[in-house]
């Protein structure tokens, strides 16, 4: 969620400016105000909600919470977009800048990114309380006990897992953005007619090539080391290696033993990383790890990540694209609530797609380590062969992923009922995974469902492409006096 909202931030200040009316005259203080009323007001919230927490002991505090930080969080990204269109806040950003490319970015997304930091401050401590409820469950069933993290810990965690993860990654395409806008502006390279055409090429290759960067460098923000060799290690690697999906390197994420998860980073092959965090190689049987790897490969061999990347893209160009035929057949005058049918056209169209896709992919992943399971089956008892191949999912590797999944969800303290925009719920997604046994491997209606949503994604980027050619050919560029 906070990665998203991070993406929105900068998506807010380039397309506000270019939809929006004649620059505000720049108010910061009242911006600081604004949002600083709005932190307090949610911090105090938040505080108050400890305290009947304490008291009472009663879950319904804990929900209200978890409410009001997506809800504060939600705030915080309109007070900065109310900023940057009545407020002057990108002129405020530009000054303080001096108007240098990727310095001007960052301070101008630097006020939400530190609220989020704040509030995130004052929700730590009914985090706090969660786990300490949860760490004598977790002694009264014999689970495994993960200790306890500081005030700090908690924070920090969110900056690096969350907000970094997207800010670097986001700072690296300001930056490629810029190199051709400077290219354009000093026309270092003349396209003619079709320049608008070749920047628009250039921008979308630079999301590219920032994701085959980015997975090298956030393997050092999210401090991670190599798994060390041995059955784990072969274990993992034989996973990958039967489903053709080629790794850079198999990493350990370091997070003190306090995040059960894992994660396929980079559309590269040879720049890609597998991560798993230590808790979950610590507390997870063999099995229910293979499943977690087995749901990693299946995003790899798939192809997710560059097919969410593009049917998000493609989404937010054809939002674009019906604005900008709704602005030459009605004309309308110019207004903040224009800029909010450009935004909610755009990046909204993107955002509402890239939660719903990715949340399809979820499910095609589930199934994919199922099926893997399903071919590669366990020995009966020691000391004797596998079991052979199923062509059908199998009971037993279906059973291993849905409890992978309650073991990473009840560990991690999240209620397996509780949506996230691009992974849903777990229970919803056991309850698919449960639904699938059975059912041969080959006709699965998951992959049918996403192969339709991929047709749907190359379809509509072919009309994109035509509509964009068209406006070429007919609608040419007024001449540069």
């Known amino acids: ?14 397309l506000i400016p270019a939809f929006g009316p004649d620059a505000p005259t720049p108010d910061p203080w009242a911006y600081a105000a604004w949002l600083g009323g709005t932190v307090v007001g949610i911090s105090l919230l938040f505080e108050i909600l400890r305290i009947r927490l304490d008291r009472t002991g009663r879950s319904r505090n804990i929900i209200l919470a978890e409410r009001l930080l997506s809800l504060g969080r939600a705030l915080i990204v309109s007070v900065h977009a109310y900023a940057i269109i009545d407020l002057g806040w990108s002129q405020t950003a530009r000054q303080l800048s001096f108007n240098i490319p990727v310095l001007r970015e960052l301070i101008s997304a630097l006020p939400p990114l530190v609220a989020f930091v704040v509030l995130y401050w004052a929700y730590a401590p009914i985090q706090r309380r969660v786990r300490q409820a949860l760490l004598w469950r977790h002694l009264h069933q014999g689970d495994p006990i993960l200790p306890d993290r500081s005030r700090g810990a908690l924070v920090w965690e969110h900056v690096r897992h969350s907000i970094l993860l997207g800010l670097i990654p986001l700072l690296m395409l300001t930056a490629w953005h810029q190199v051709g806008e400077l290219a354009r502006l000093h026309q270092l390279v003349n396209f003619g007619n079709w320049t608008d055409a070749a920047l628009l090429i250039w921008q979308v290759s630079g999301v590219f090539v920032v994701l085959a960067i980015s997975p090298w460098i956030l393997r050092f923000v ?7 060799g041995g059955p784990l290690r072969e274990s993992v690697e034989s996973v990958f290696a039967r489903n053709s999906v080629t790794t850079r390197e198999v990493l350990v994420w370091q997070t003190s033993s306090g995040i059960l998860n894992g994660a396929l980073m980079g559309i590269i092959p040879r720049a890609r990383y597998v991560l798993f965090t230590d808790a979950l190689l610590q507390l997870l049987p063999l099995r229910q790890v293979e499943a977690v790897a087995a749901h990693e490969a299946g995003h790899g061999r798939l192809h997710h990540l560059p097919w969410l990347l593009g049917s998000t893209i493609v989404s937010s160009l054809v939002g674009a694209a019906c604005f900008a035929i709704y602005l030459e057949v009605f004309r309308p005058p110019e207004s903040w609530m224009l800029t909010a049918i450009a935004i909610a056209a755009s990046a909204g169209l993107g955002f509402f797609v890239l939660g719903f ?16 399971l399903s071919r590669f089956q366990p020995a009966a008892e020691e000391g004797i062969p596998p079991l052979p191949a199923s062509a059908e999912v199998t009971h037993e590797s279906a059973a291993s992923m849905i409890d992978a999944l309650e073991t990473v969800s009840r560990l991690n303290g999240i209620s397996p009922e509780r949506f996230t925009w691009r992974h849903g719920t777990v229970r919803a997604r056991q309850s698919h995974l449960a639904s699938i046994v059975g059912v041969p491997l080959a006709k699965l209606p998951i992959d049918r469902a996403v192969a339709r949503l991929k047709i749907a994604t190359l379809t509509a980027a072919g009309a994109i492409l035509l509509l964009l050619v068209a406006s070429i050919f007919f609608f040419p560029s007024p001449p540069v006096l």
């Not at 969620?1 to 380039?14: E, K, P, Q, S, Y």
């Not at 999210?222 to 060390?228: I, S």
């Open 357 to 372: 896709v990715s949340r399809r992919f979820e499910l095609q992943a589930d199934a994919f380590a199922a099926k893997d």
């Open 1 to 14: 969620m906070t990665t998203g909202l991070v993406i929105l931030i900068f998506l807010l200040d380039g």
């Open 222 to 228: 999210w401090d991670t080391v190599p798994l060390a």
